[in-house]
């Protein structure tokens, strides 16, 4: 189990942004860059959705609807990982959870992420006309 809190969430306007984080510790910076992450959300009466990731090797994956808008990274020296959320909309709205995982069964990263990961408690977007 990798421990996650995320922080970062909050109302913003359509068109703005944010950056959430998500915290782990207990690991060093070798073992945190080889952890493969991402980022999830879940919409009031919606299932539970992909929304970015990074994998052990670095290669990031991106759902269609974040891509050209969301940028994931990592920062090894704060065992942080992050999401930046630009050009926000009211369809953005929704809890944001990370997740962690450093086993592999070669599935795709979503899939791997949502069957295998540690996650934390989550942090709320909330995104208004």
């Known amino acids: 189990q990798v421990p996650l809190v995320e922080s970062g969430g909050g109302s913003v306007q359509a068109g703005g942004s944010l950056r959430l984080s998500c915290v782990t510790s207990?690991?060093?910076?070798?073992?945190?860059?080889?952890?493969?992450m991402g980022w999830f959300r879940q919409a009031p009466g919606k299932q539970r959705e992909g929304v970015a990731a990074i994998d052990s090797d670095g290669t990031e994956v991106y759902a269609d609807s974040a891509k050209g808008r969301f940028t994931i990274s990592k920062d090894i020296a704060k065992l942080t990982l992050y999401l930046q959320l630009n050009n926000v909309g009211p369809e953005d709205t929704a809890m944001y959870c990370c997740?962690?995982?450093?086993?592999?069964?070669?599935?795709?990263?979503?899939?791997?992420?949502?069957?295998?990961?540690?996650w934390g408690q989550g942090t709320k977007v909330t995104v208004s006309a």
């Open positions: 207990g690991y060093n910076g070798y073992i945190f860059s080889r952890i493969a």
């Open positions: 997740a962690a995982t450093l086993a592999g069964d070669g599935r795709p990263l979503f899939s791997r992420l949502s069957s295998l990961g540690s």
